[in-house]
């Protein structure tokens, strides 16, 4: 059944890979901040839609929802900026993001945020972390700690919230190698990345899973498919997010 999609963060790597994977099948539309970005938008067969995350208000996200199935969250300051951007991005644009979509009038859309894995209270590990998990968790966040932070405080507001359904997706380390259509889901460990092609799939494979609703999902690089890897951690029905 055909969709009607809507990205936040159009024009992120992950994005435009997502996009194009929709787009024969579902009417996307990705929003962006700079008007010379909007043929790039149209290469992938979505619709530009200019908007800024920092300073458009809520009420023109929650008008630019209306009508719409689908919304991703995949926007991110990338660490350009300095603290103050991280926060207003990926913290306050994401709380924003949300004050939108219960904004909207009507039927409400389904809202699939993109986070990182690790993203949590520092002071709960998770059980099935290994002594090497642990390190690299602690050279992480040692690393990017604003970022830690803040993506960790928008998920936080996230999972309180009920006037809608959403989804959230927390891929591994990132890279452009080939997608292998495959990858490790649920309770993953830290150390394999995952390419931006396969976290793409996933996202993209999320569009008509509202079963999902409620559920943080990590995800990494694996071997196992990534369809049946996700239909596995949906059927469990155990979120990986520990707030």
């Known amino acids: 059944m055909t969709k009607r999609v809507i990205i936040v963060g159009g024009h992120g790597n992950v ?11 579902h009417q996307v539309t990705s929003i962006i901040r700079d008007p010379s970005q909007e043929q790039d938008i149209k290469d992938v067969s979505a619709t530009p839609l200019v908007l800024s995350l920092e300073q458009s208000p809520v009420t023109d996200f929650s008008d630019a929802f209306k009508g719409y199935d689908v919304v991703y969250f995949s ?18 644009g994401a709380l924003k993001i949300f004050d939108a979509i219960e904004g909207v009038q009507g039927e409400k859309p389904l809202l699939i945020l993109v986070s990182a894995v690790d993203v949590r209270d520092p002071d709960k590990i998770p059980a ?39 989804i959230i997706l927390r891929p591994g380390g990132l890279t452009n190698n080939p997608g292998t259509g495959t990858a490790s889901v649920g ?30 999902i990590d995800v990494v690089g694996g071997d196992t498919p990534i369809e049946d890897a996700l239909n596995a951690f949906i059927k469990r029905g155990e979120t990986d997010f520990l707030g």
């Open 15 to 25: 994005s435009l890979r997502l996009a194009k994977l929709l787009s024969p099948t």
């Open 75 to 92: 926007a991110g300051a990338g660490g350009k900026g300095g603290e103050e951007r991280t926060k207003a991005v990926d913290y306050e």
């Open 128 to 166: 099935h972390y290994t002594e090497e998990d642990i390190a690299m968790s602690n050279r992480v966040r040692k690393a990017i700690p604003v970022y830690m932070h803040w993506k960790y405080e928008a998920d936080k507001n996230l999972v309180k919230r009920t006037a809608f359904n959403w």
């Open 187 to 216: 309770k993953t460990h830290l150390g394999k990345p995952i390419s931006r092609d396969d976290v793409a799939k996933t996202l993209a494979l999320l569009v008509d899973r509202k079963d999902a609703a409620g559920l943080a």
